[in-house]
Structures are given as structure tokens and as C-alpha cells.
């Protein structure tokens, strides 16, 4: 659901998107920070705000890191 807000904010088009790991954080919401598979060889890492039920939005892409491997360990940022 975030991949048109991550192609706009980091000026790319992404040939594939799939999510390899996740890791959330609970606030007055979610965080989520997920590994996401951009081509054969490129990963970059999201954080991904889901506020509350009662608030009625969707995701919210609020960082990303580019430039990652398969390798890097999902972190917090």
C-alpha cells in the first residue's frame, strides 16, 4: 500500500516490491520498519506509520533507507 509513496519520495520506479522481513513498534499506532525487495539485487528499508482504527487512515510512509542488501539487519531509524 506505501509503494506509490515510496516511488514518489525517492523518485523511482520500483520493477518489483515485495516485503522480505518486518519488525513493528507500537505507539498511538503502529511502526512499522519493513524490508522490502526493490529488484534482484537492491533492498531498501521502510517505516510505515498505521495510525489507530478509530482514526481511519491508511498507511503513511514517514522514512526510508536505500542502498540496502538482503544481508543488512532491519533496524530501527
Do not use: M
Not at 507500537?26 to 539485487?41: E, L, M, P, R
Not at 533492498?43 to 487512515?57: A, G, R, Y
Request: negative net charge.
Amino acid at each position: 500500500q506505501v509503494k506509490t509513496q515510496f516511488e514518489s519520495q525517492a523518485n523511482t520506479d520500483c520493477a518489483a516490491f515485495e516485503a522480505i522481513e518486518y519488525k513493528t513498534q507500537v505507539v498511538a499506532g503502529i511502526i512499522y520498519f519493513i524490508k522490502v525487495q526493490v529488484s534482484d539485487d537492491d533492498f531498501v528499508h521502510l517505516k510505515v506509520f498505521q495510525s489507530l482504527p478509530d482514526e481511519n487512515q491508511g498507511p503513511r510512509l514517514v522514512g526510508f533507507q536505500t542502498g540496502k542488501t538482503r544481508d543488512d539487519p532491519l533496524t530501527y531509524f
